[in-house]
């Protein structure tokens, strides 16, 4: 290349950021150019590592706000989790409670009909041994 397409260069690196690796080897390119052309691609090569620290930076960041964010859902759901079970487990304790109670008032009942039927049984008994003794008075005899 010739000295003329080392001032071109040098040129379009005043505008280009993007540029950062250059082989001009074996050129008739002036030496301030050819420093001025390492200078800039040096200040592009920079700027690149600067973004893609940058970008690492940003990606660690995501990524540990994501562990964060999983770890507070394990957690939300472990916290579901529990309530639920102790839901479940509250409910069971009142089935539990309520088949008590279910069972209570049907021996209960069943003492009651049990009573109701002795004391009937009771009643007819007396209202039997009672038709034989009907002419018969009760208590002292009077004197005559």
Known sequence: ???GCGEIMNEVLDKNYTLIDFDYSLNEFSMEDSRDIQDK????????????LQEWRERKM???EDE??????????????????EEEAREIREDELN????????????EKQQVIQQLMEAAILRSTKGKGKKNKKGGKKKKK
């Open 1 to 3: 290349m010739e000295r």
């Open 41 to 52: 691609l040096r200040r592009n090569k920079r700027q690149y590592d600067e973004e893609r």
């Open 62 to 64: 995501m990524r540990e």
């Open 68 to 85: 964060q964010l999983k770890l507070l859902q394990l957690q939300m759901n472990s916290k579901k989790e529990q309530m639920r079970m």
């Open 99 to 110: 088949e008590k109670w279910k069972k209570f008032m049907y021996e209960t009942e069943i």
